[in-house]
Each structure stands twice: as C-alpha cells, then as structure tokens.
C-alpha cells in the first residue's frame, strides 16, 4: 500500500517537546486523514500551538517521531517540510508593512518557482514567465477568499478578518496539501468566523486537508470531521467533536464547568 493509499496523511507518534525542565508536549500521538477537516482543541497553555510548531519545524521533537504521507519530516528543515506541501497561517496576523494585498500573497507564490535572485534581478525570459504565473495564481487566490476587488489595496488598511483571509490567501500559495490554520477565528465576531468557517468547508471540499487549532467550539462543532483534545500536551481526547466535547474530562479541563452549565 502506497502513501496515497492510505486515508492518514500526517500524524504524530509518541511526540514530546521539552524545553528545559518543562514537558510542552508529552507522549502525544495524533492522526489527520486527508481530505478532512482536523480540529486541534484544548484550554490555553495546552501546547496546541507547539504541537502547529513541531509539525512545521519551528522545534524539534525531543522524542519520537512526525510523518507526512508516510514520510518522516521531524528530521528536516523548516523549509523542506514546507517544500513536501505543509503550509501554515500564525496566531497573530502577519502581513508586511506597505504592501498591497496582491503584493502579501504574492510572497507566498514563489516555493517551488526555482527562480534566482540573480535572474529576478536580471528579468530574464524565465524570471518573467514565472513572474506572470505567481500573478495569475495569486489572484486566482485571492478570487477564492473573496478579496480579489481589493488586490491594490494596503492590506493593512483592512479590516482584521479580511486581513485572515489574506494570510489564507497566501498560506495556499506554495499550493499545500495540508493547511495548518492556528486560530484563524480569533478577535472575530460570530458572522465575520462563520465566513472563515465556510472557507475552510470550501478549501477542503477542492481536496485540501485541513488541521485547524480553535477556541470556538461551536466553529469546531460545526465545521471538523474530527478532533483532537490535549491539556497539558497530552491526548486528552479524539474523535468526533460530538463525542470530544461529551467527554467529561474534557469539559472539566478545556471550560471548567460542565456542559448543561455551557448550554452546549
């Protein structure tokens, strides 16, 4: 049976991450099939984030081992994970300083073109067709999250929701087979995460597999398939949404009070 084959696209196996004396990530193993949605829960300081930071090789593991299509990735460098089709959009949004809003996601068009500075610099006949095509593909991405009629605009003159969608926008530019989105609903109200909600239903629906951290629990409800619940970096529960959120452990340790208290 080949990679591709097989339903699990990226999972985590017996994961750990220490700094110094202290365990971010314990014995965590996790499971993401392809073509779905993932959520990654869990109260603050649950180690949801370096669990997103391990996955792309900000860290590295202590012990045990990450694979992506059956390949291990724990071993490489940020930007060969990356090269291999993992993408990932931050808690924080992260736009550049005085560029458009075709200029941010622009930046994210480039993995994989195999232009040089050099030959950039130049503008030869190569660096020029690669050019039209990182334009072409930027604002068919932009078209997707529904900001393609703000392509000349300072993305930082947009609202903050429009500016996820841009950070979105450009995190499907290396054209990724898992997008890693860590609270993409954050600082949102409940129309603008609903919005960021059926984008993800969309982007999964062309074939693209989804690992999302979230604090809305209704988001997460409504929109995984399946999920994941740790505290402490450790496995806490996983299946479906449903089944996590009805888990008592999890109601005690991610809300602190029980569900007939949360109306859930």
Request: charged share 20%.
């Amino acid at each position: 049976m080949t990679s591709s084959d097989t339903p699990v696209l990226h999972e985590l196996r017996n994961v750990v991450k220490r700094f110094g004396g202290v365990t971010a990530v314990n014995d965590l193993s996790m499971t993401v099939n392809r073509g779905t949605v993932h959520g990654l829960i869990g109260p603050n300081g649950a180690g949801k984030t370096t669990v997103i930071n391990l996955i792309t090789g900000l860290f590295d593991v202590s012990s045990g081992s990450i694979l992506f299509q059956g390949q291990r990735t724990d071993t490489l460098e940020p930007h060969r994970i990356a090269a291999l089709g993992i993408s990932r959009t931050y808690q924080n949004v992260r736009l550049f300083s005085g560029m458009s809003v075709l200029e941010q996601v622009l930046t994210g068009c480039y993995l994989g073109r195999g232009t040089s500075l050099f030959a950039s610099f130049l503008g030869t006949p190569d660096a020029r067709r690669k050019w039209k095509a990182s334009r072409e593909t930027a604002m068919h991405l932009l078209e997707r999250v529904g900001m393609a009629d703000r392509a000349g605009e300072l993305a930082e003159t947009l609202s903050y929701g429009e500016q996820r969608r841009i950070e979105i926008a450009r995190a499907l530019g290396s054209d990724p087979k898992m997008l890693l989105l860590d609270e993409p609903t954050a600082g949102m109200n409940h129309a603008e995460a609903s919005e960021i909600g059926k984008l993800v239903h969309e982007l999964r629906d062309s074939g693209l597999t989804i690992l999302m951290v979230e604090h809305n629990i209704s988001l997460v409800t409504e929109f995984c398939e399946t999920c994941t619940v740790i505290n402490f970096g450790q496995l806490l529960a996983e299946g479906t949404p449903r089944t996590c959120i009805d888990n008592p452990d999890v109601q005690t340790a991610y809300f602190g009070k029980k569900r007939d208290a949360l109306g859930l």
